[in-house]
């Protein structure tokens, strides 16, 4: 299978000139009659789109590059698939760490512009000299970056992958050669990517890579991989890309405000439902992606979902809630929540299932209700602040205890290299660099 970049990197590059990142939404003459849509007029990107709009904007002649973390041994302030672009004027997009190699990546980035030919680089933080020359952060760690030359060659079908899963309601995976030892024919930098759709572009230096990368996306893992060849092997980032996060807010009252904001803040991608179908919500919600005025029946209609949406329900009408919950319950959805006390939701769960034979444990089970992490919250800019909180640590798979009751590192630890039959040792880098001021 191929991808017609032809076709599909013009079609991307309209996209983005004209800020058509928001769902398209089915239309109808009763779409007309019944609901009323405001799409975004305000673009807030999260950094993957920071960075594709950086790349499209580079002038015509005006060169760049483009660091990514690969590997990470320890604690780090970002895991690998953290990405930077960096132009030939020192223009930044992106962030790698916490500030300690910012300056040495753009350095070398210079003079990756200047040759053309990408580099790895290990940034080492475990020596006791650490003390001196690393600012004294004591993190402890080991980090690999991939720095490359960003021309339309190398990375317009990074660009477009990347552009396409901020879009889409499923990921894509990335497979990147960042290490290559012996005879081998494969350079440093070779991609094979999956976009959301399931087509794959690219270079393959193992008839496996499509397997691995179907797997990364079934399971939205990152790895890093070694396939062996006859003469040497080489080591392979696979990168699951995740769809940005989608949130579905029924309801807009004055306490919906600060829950879009936050979100948006995020980079997430938002919806408001008004079931009141109030006209002055499309300028009050501004900020969100799209606005929709709907009533409660008529949402399975109108709204798009799909089993990642995020869902929460505080139309403050308890037979608008009513309605919508009953719609929304029997759906797979990567979270449901409804604000409201505990009584009150368990009166709309019993109500529900006199009416719908609804099972009543495995209801309450489901819906995030109280919604919200137990954080204090008073003020609406606090509950939205508990709800989002929430809301994160179940995408993240956490319980949103504090960090200092956490046994062992705060990040899940990154899968070692993974070897299909045998394995090599692996050969120290030849660049080794202490953080710089």
């Not at 317009?156 to 290490?179: D, H, K, N, P, Y």
């Not at 499509?210 to 003469?231: C, H, N, P, W």
């Not at 990642?308 to 797979?332: A, C, F, G, K, W």
């Not at 099972?359 to 508990?386: C, F, K």
Request: proline letters at 3%; a negative charge.
């Amino acid at each position: 299978m191929t991808h017609d970049h032809t076709v599909a990197r013009r079609d991307f590059l309209w996209k983005v000139e004209n800020r058509a990142w928001s769902t398209t939404y089915p239309r109808g003459s009763g779409w007309v009659r019944r609901t009323l849509l405001r799409m975004k007029e305000v673009f807030v990107m999260n950094e993957a789109q920071m960075i594709v709009e950086a790349f499209r904007r580079l002038e015509t002649g005006q060169r760049a590059a483009l660091a990514t973390v690969v590997s990470v041994e320890g604690s780090s302030y970002r895991r690998p698939g953290a990405r930077m672009l960096i132009t030939e004027s020192g223009e930044t997009t992106g962030v790698l760490s916490d500030g300690c190699f910012e300056q040495d990546v753009c350095e070398r980035a210079a003079t990756v512009i200047s040759n053309g030919q990408p580099t790895l680089v290990k940034y080492d933080t475990t020596s006791d000299d650490d003390i001196v020359w690393g600012l004294g952060l004591g993190c402890s760690r080991v980090i690999h970056v991939l720095i490359e030359p960003a021309t339309n060659e190398r990375i317009a079908s990074l660009m477009q992958l990347l552009a396409e899963c901020s879009e889409s309601s499923t990921g894509g995976a990335i497979a990147t050669v960042f290490r290559v030892e012996g005879d081998v024919d494969a350079n440093t930098g070779t991609r094979a990517l999956m976009f959301p759709d399931g087509t794959v572009d690219g270079q393959f230096v193992s008839a496996s890579i499509f397997d691995d990368l179907s797997e990364a996306v079934q399971l939205g893992t990152s790895r890093i991989k070694r396939y062996e060849m006859a003469d040497g092997y080489v080591d392979v980032f696979v990168e699951y890309v995740q769809p940005r996060v989608r949130l579905v807010v029924f309801g807009a009252g004055f306490d919906a405000l600060p829950v879009i904001d936050l979100a948006a803040k995020l980079g997430w991608h938002t919806t408001v439902v008004d079931t009141c179908m109030r006209a002055s919500s499309l300028e009050r919600f501004r900020k969100a992606d799209a606005v929709l005025l709907c009533r409660p029946e008529d949402v399975m209609a109108q709204v798009s979902l799909f089993e990642r949406s995020i869902v929460v329900v505080m139309t403050h009408n308890y037979l608008h809630d009513l309605e919508v919950l009953r719609q929304l319950l029997p759906m797979r959805l990567r979270y449901l929540g409804c604000l409201g006390p505990r009584r009150r939701t368990e009166g709309l769960i019993l109500d529900l299932s006199e009416e719908d034979s609804l099972n009543v444990d495995a209801a309450l089970r489901r819906l995030h209700a109280p919604i919200g992490l137990d954080i204090g919250a008073e003020t609406p800019e606090e509950i939205a602040l508990s709800v989002v909180s929430e809301i994160k640590a179940v995408l993240s798979d956490r319980t949103g205890a504090q960090l200092r009751e956490r046994e062992g590192s705060i990040h899940e630890a990154f899968a070692a290299i993974e070897t299909p039959r045998f394995s090599l040792p692996i050969k120290q880098l030849e660049v080794s660099v202490a953080c710089k001021v």
